[in-house]
Nanobody, 124 residues
Framework: QMKLVESGGGLVQPGGSLTISCTTS????????IGWFRQAPGKERERLLV?????????YTSGSVKGRFTISRDNAKETVTLQMNDLKFEDTGVYYC????????????????WGQGTQVTVSS
């Protein structure tokens, strides 16, 4: 059973940067597609970035974060990070990482494994 734990959330000013991490255990992230999702207050969960585990390393990026957010993997540390730059008020929400064996399923929000989420608040 794979376990995912997000960390690094907090309060940041508009225009600032923040890196949040997803540490995994019980599995090898090389075997999984990994995605970052966000749920803002009163809104449905939104898919942000999804990174496949194949040689092509397909990455889906939502238009709302394109050019500002980057997903990266550290296989040795079994950690996936989300680097967020130029943060905006609308980036506020709970950020979740997810892992799945199928890229298509993770993109559709149907990953097998989910973390508990970490809160990111963008406020002046």
């Amino acid at each position: 059973q794979m376990k995912l734990v997000e960390s690094g959330g907090g309060l940041v000013q508009p225009g600032g940067s923040l890196t949040i991490s997803c540490t995994t255990s019980g599995g090898t992230i090389e075997d999984y597609t990994i995605g970052w999702f966000r749920q803002a207050p009163g809104k449905e969960r939104e898919r942000l970035l999804v990174s496949s585990n194949d040689d092509i390393r397909t990455t889906y990026t939502s238009g709302s974060v394109k050019g500002r957010f980057t997903i990266s993997r550290d296989n040795a540390k079994e950690t996936v990070t989300l680097q967020m730059n130029d943060l905006k008020f609308e980036d506020t929400g709970v950020y979740y990482c997810a892992a799945g064996t199928s890229y298509g399923q993770v993109v559709r929000g149907m990953a097998e494994y989910w973390g508990q989420g970490t809160q990111v608040t963008v406020s002046s």
